[in-house]
């Protein structure tokens, strides 16, 4: 106990000596400790500390230890009770990972990344405000997540009309895919007008509208009910009700985004469909809108809503009407599980006088127009695209679609609706016209299904290889390409970045996890885009990988 | 309802007791205004909530499991001279000959203080009883951690635990916390009483308002293409409503209305 040794003598003696003699110790202290450079843990400086494998400095270590001292932005939500009671705001916070995924997804980026800070990869990197509508159950949620793409399972994403086309026809695969619900929840927090904060999970994207759907998994909202909507005229005004920043006076402090729900006059300018019985969009027009009011809430001047605004274009704004927005709602619900779009392949326009010329043009005769514009029921197909169920059916352009199994076919919307009913992966019976045939035609069809195109193209993974070879995403893994440089600030010597990975996969289930860089795989070197990447299909696969800059091997394991 | 006498009154609600009476006025506001009625049963539930809540203590040989496991990961370093527990607070003074007589002063100061400093007298009181007699054999190497690295101001995360006062403590007095520092002179093993410990900071929002932390700079990558030419993208932290972030948005006029 030298410690207390010196304790007692310190006390004991005056403080001249004390000092003389503390001096003296800690010099020759100092002299026998310090010649060597003070150890990993105690210095700063990057330079100084450990040297990764490769003999580079680790300046992740520093750049991440920079990034962690800067406290974070704060998003305040400032509560209105002026605010339509059914608008909650949403904000969606995505790591970087995810925003990769999303630039690989939905902007299509299947290109090497050349840079980025790697702290970015596993922090926050984006926070998405947007509105959604509460309905007036309680507890679903409907909104437009602009980067919902990232956030679904990407065995979700079915063959776009390409692929469909490497397919053999009539492949099961090719036809149907199984839903799974998102892998990981997403960060998402729902805020309602009085500024109570609610906890939601995400339940899945309705691929025909665009939609995402959550669900209150705590307390329930309070019950709003809505009057039914009355007919939507021409020129009857209209409020939009979207998030958007402000600046409330005397609050104004660095860091801080507050974050308000706006609120936008606009009329109804047209009505997408005077045809139909069903009001599946409408166009409203404003003085002025920003691309901020695209998910917006619009609500008439009861408070009732009339939908989401799904598309700006100038002043004016499309909205998909609230009763399309319950019936993706359940469908979504249903499954507990995002919903693709059937995709039967055909592109069409319905059959009415405006038709005429493309009629002609597809081997009507003139002469058999009055007879279908007698009714103006029916889709005329204008192109039906090759590889996709519709030309697997033998269906061609000129058909005219009148009847899906009962029901006829009113509009387009009415088309969109019936099939999305019936869903993707199922069989439905179309009643045909034909341009030479003397009687309809009966064909059968299995629709396939898609997320493209809504609003935005969603990029899939490729799944069409050769015989005997399998992409990653056989596998279950979904990457983006590095450059060395990247991989070797993540500990890599090159490869792949792992962005997803398909639950219950062989990946998932051997170990391989998002955030992983995929060195090599069977031995074979992981340096070009994934989508190119091939595997000769096999039981075993040795993937060696980096996690945490440490080097791994994984043994994924596939099951026939 | 006005904003005013919301905002007012939820002041109030907020700075009130628990239980406690609100004003006539509040009082009134309340019984008419849907939304401050259900903010204060909100708040009070609340309230009642952290009221029923256990006091979080650490077990009661928290601090000698603390001190064991330092001395377990110093074990390592065979060399460990006279005074290697408070002699030196960071490398650069380590190195400068002329901040040693103000360190000679703090360790005096030091010595001082341990004895008067009263929130820290259960930590002595705990060394004491672990700390041989004056007659006792001399001491190896994990007794001289145990008697010098761990310092008299540290505060454990045992007194810590929600303890502001404590806390302030440490930053207060500084000179304390220099004595603290143990010399790590190769192990990588960090000491656990250098600093406070990293404190969970409440904030709680003004009325009506939900904060949540968000990025504060933008997602900036580049990629490159096959044939080496890169292009830049930005992605901002902040984005409201459907925000082209990517350039591929159809325009409303071509939708997938006629697409099936």
Redo the contacts between chains.
């Keep these: 106990?030298?410690?207390?040794k010196?304790?007692?003598n310190?006390?004991a003696k005056n403080?001249f000596v004390?000092?003389v003699a503390?001096?003296m110790?800690?010099?020759a202290?100092?002299s026998?400790?310090?010649p060597?450079?003070?150890?990993?843990?105690?210095?700063q400086t990057p330079r100084a500390s450990t040297v990764s494998p490769q003999g580079e400095p680790e300046k992740i270590h520093a750049r991440s230890s920079r990034r962690a001292s800067?406290?974070?932005?704060?998003?305040?939500?400032?509560?209105d009770?002026a605010v339509a009671p059914q608008v909650v705001t949403i904000?969606h916070?995505l790591s970087?990972i995810k925003?990769?995924r999303?630039?690989l997804r939905?902007?299509?980026?299947r290109?090497?990344?050349?840079?980025?800070?790697p702290t970015?990869i596993t922090?926050?990197?984006?926070?998405?405000?947007?509105?959604g509508w509460a309905l007036d159950d309680g507890r679903t949620i409907a909104a437009?997540l602009?980067?919902a793409a990232a956030e679904i399972a990407f065995q979700e994403f079915a063959f776009s009309p390409a692929e469909l086309a490497a397919q053999s026809p009539g492949s099961p695969m090719a036809i149907r895919r199984p839903m799974m619900p998102p892998r990981s929840q997403p960060d998402l927090?729902v805020?309602t007008r009085?500024?109570?904060?609610v906890s939601a999970r995400y339940v899945g994207l309705d691929g025909l509208t665009g939609l995402s759907v959550l669900q209150v998994t705590g307390t329930a909202l309070p019950l709003i009910a809505e009057a039914g909507i009355r007919k939507i005229v021409e020129g009857q005004r209209v409020q939009l009700f979207?998030?958007?920043?402000t600046t409330p006076a005397g609050e104004e402090a660095p860091?801080?985004?507050y974050?308000r729900v706006g609120e936008t006059d606009a009329k109804v300018a047209n009505l997408a469909s005077v045809n139909s019985e069903k009001q599946d969009?409408l166009v409203v027009r404003a003085a002025r809108l920003?691309?901020?009011?695209?998910?917006?809430v619009a609500c008439d001047e009861a408070g009732n809503t009339l939908g989401i605004v799904e598309?700006?274009?100038g002043n004016?704004a499309?909205i998909v009407s609230a009763e399309t927005i319950r019936a993706a709602a359940r469908r979504v619900i249903e499954r507990q599980a995002s919903v693709p779009?059937?995709?039967?392949?055909?592109?069409?326009?319905p059959v009415d006088p405006q038709s005429r010329a493309a009629l002609l043009a597809n081997g009507w005769r003139e002469d058999q127009l009055p007879e279908l514009f007698e009714k103006q029921i029916g889709?005329l197909l204008t192109s039906v695209l090759p590889g996709t169920p519709a030309a697997a059916a033998k269906l061609r352009a000129g058909d005219v679609i009148v009847r899906v199994n009962q029901d006829e076919v009113k509009s387009?919307?009415e088309?969109?609706t019936l099939?999305c009913d019936i869903g993707s992966g199922e069989q439905v019976q179309f009643l045909i016209k034909r341009p030479g045939a003397t009687a309809p035609l009966r064909v059968e069809v299995k629709l396939a299904g898609s997320f493209e195109?809504?609003?935005?193209?969603f990029e899939m993974p490729a799944f069409a290889f050769p015989r005997g070879w399998q992409g990653l995403e056989g596998l279950g893994i979904e990457t983006v390409a590095l450059?060395a440089k990247v991989a070797s600030q993540l500990g890599a010597q090159g490869g792949l970045l792992v962005v997803a990975i398909q639950r219950d996969s062989a990946a998932a289930k051997s170990g391989v996890r998002e955030g992983d860089v995929i060195e090599s795989i069977d031995g074979r070197l992981a340096r070009v885009g994934a989508r190119a990447f091939m595997l000769a299909r096999q039981k075993k696969h040795v993937v060696s990988l980096v996690r945490d800059r440490e080097k791994k091997q994984v043994v994924v394991e596939t099951v026939e | 309802m006005n904003?005013k006498e919301?905002r007012l009154t939820r002041q109030e609600i907020d700075q009130s007791e628990l239980n406690g009476r609100l004003s006539n006025q509040a009082l009134a506001h309340v019984a008419g205004c849907s939304?401050c009625r259900?903010?204060r049963s909100?708040r009070t539930q609340l309230r009642e909530l952290v009221g029923s809540l256990e006091p979080v203590t650490a077990p009661a040989n928290f601090e000698m499991r603390l001190r064991a496991r330092i001395t377990a990961e110093q074990q390592g370093n065979a060399r460990q001279?006279?005074?290697?527990?408070?002699?030196?607070s960071?490398?650069a003074m380590?190195?400068a000959?002329l901040l040693?007589?103000s360190?000679?002063?703090a360790?005096?100061f030091v010595?001082q203080r341990r004895n008067l400093s009263t929130p820290i007298a259960s930590t002595t009181k705990v060394k004491e009883t672990q700390?041989?007699g004056?007659n006792?054999v001399?001491?190896g190497p994990e007794?001289?951690l145990l008697?010098?690295s761990v310092p008299a101001g540290t505060v454990t995360p045992a007194d810590n635990g929600g303890n502001q006062g404590s806390r302030s403590l440490i930053s207060s007095n500084p000179k304390v916390n220099q004595t603290s520092v143990v010399?790590?002179?190769?192990?990588?093993?960090?000491d656990f009483g250098v600093g406070p410990a990293p404190s969970i900071r409440h904030s709680f929002?003004s009325?009506?308002?939900?904060?949540?932390?968000?990025?504060?700079k933008p997602?900036?990558?580049?990629?490159?293409?096959?044939h080496g030419a890169?292009?830049r993208?930005s992605?901002?932290?902040?984005?409201?409503?459907?925000?082209?972030?990517?350039?591929?948005?159809?325009?409303?006029?071509q939708?997938?209305?006629?697409?099936?």
């Design positions: 106990m030298r410690f207390s010196m304790k007692t310190l006390k403080g004390i000092g503390a001096l110790t800690l010099s202290g100092a026998a400790q310090t060597a450079p003070a150890p990993a843990a105690s210095v800067t406290p974070p932005a704060r998003v305040t939500v400032i509560a009770p904000v916070r970087g925003m990769l999303f630039l939905q902007g299509g980026e290109d090497t990344l050349y840079t980025i800070d970015a922090s926050d990197a984006h926070a998405s405000i947007i509105a437009r602009p980067q927090t805020i009085d500024g109570k904060r979207a998030p958007e920043r860091g801080v985004i974050v969009r920003s691309p901020g009011v695209i998910g917006g598309a700006i274009e004016d499309r779009r059937p995709l039967l392949g055909v592109r069409g326009e889709i387009a919307e088309f969109s099939l195109p809504f609003e935005y193209r450059t | 904003r919301c939304a259900d903010f909100e001279p006279f005074f290697a527990g408070f002699a030196l960071t490398p380590a190195g000959a040693l007589a360190l000679a002063s360790v005096w010595e700390s041989p004056p006792a001399p001491a007794d001289k008697a010098g010399r790590n002179t190769g192990s990588k093993s960090r929002d009325v009506g308002q939900v904060s949540l932390a968000a990025p504060d997602l900036v990558l580049s990629i490159q293409d096959d890169t292009r993208i992605l901002p932290p902040v984005s409201f409503g459907s925000q082209r972030l990517v350039d591929n948005r159809f325009p409303v006029t939708t997938s209305a006629r697409i099936w």
